[in-house]
């Protein structure tokens, strides 16, 4: 049996007009382009700082990532959407950075732009997430998994600086917002949360063991 006969015992995708394909991606940059600029904007010192800590770390953009990704009519479509998304959202993130601001982050665009490379794949692979069987499990429990981890580790946000240490609390609430959010609209039948949660949170204790995080990032988090 060919890979894909199987994939598509998992999930069995649509096939968009081209009307559909065209909004659908449209959509998802006009998305970037609004995160983005909204993730620059709260970058300010006069702004409370908790919006700035939600938009400069993974978790909501992972979040957003895999709701593009999973309504996605396709798989295919999936990978188009991550990489437009991430595309417009950097390209005005830090085109404003460097326009605006004369300063030029290259390690930080080097790793979102990396990011960007591989979310057509991340995206591919999580559209099975709605889909039936082990492997959409799996799926499903990966972006819960990152923001389980990222969440995790946000008690010590602010070390040992203890600047806005106050903030933490609500930090850690708008992730369990966004892991709620998922494990109730990702799956179509409810009662798999009950294999998705736990498959998550071994996962996130694996990576927490083992400082998963921690080895990717290299000190970009504000975390780590």
């Given amino acids: 049996m060919r890979i894909q006969d199987k994939l598509d015992g998992i999930r069995i995708a649509s096939r968009p007009t081209t009307k559909q394909t065209v909004i ?3 959509t998802a940059a006009m998305i970037g382009v609004v995160l ?8 300010n010192p006069g702004i409370n700082p908790l919006f700035d800590d939600i938009g400069g770390r993974l978790g909501i953009w992972v979040f957003a990532a895999t709701l593009l990704s999973v309504f996605s009519y396709s798989p295919k479509l999936a990978a188009v959407k991550a990489v437009v998304f991430f595309a417009s959202m950097l390209t005005v993130y830090y085109v404003y950075t460097v326009l605006f601001l004369h300063f ?15 979310s057509p794949i991340c995206a591919y692979l999580i559209w099975y997430a709605r889909g039936v ?12 998994t ?19 240490y106050d903030l933490i609390p609500l930090l850690m609430g708008v992730y369990f917002i966004m892991i709620t959010f998922l494990l109730i609209f990702i ?14 949170l071994i996962l996130s204790f694996m990576m927490i063991y083992f400082n998963v995080l921690g080895l990717i990032f290299g000190g970009l988090n504000s975390f780590l």
């Fill in 24 to 26: 659908s991606v449209t």
């Fill in 36 to 43: 983005g600029l909204a993730a620059k904007l709260v970058d």
């Fill in 104 to 118: 030029f982050p290259a390690r930080a665009i080097s790793f979102w732009g990396l990011c960007a490379v591989i």
């Fill in 133 to 144: 069987g082990g492997f959409s499990y799996l799926m499903a429990s990966l972006p819960i």
């Fill in 146 to 164: 990152i923001l389980l981890v990222e969440g995790f580790e946000l008690r010590n946000a602010y070390l040992p600086v203890h600047t806005h």
């Fill in 187 to 200: 799956p179509r039948i409810k009662m798999r949360i009950l294999v998705i949660l736990p498959i998550a």
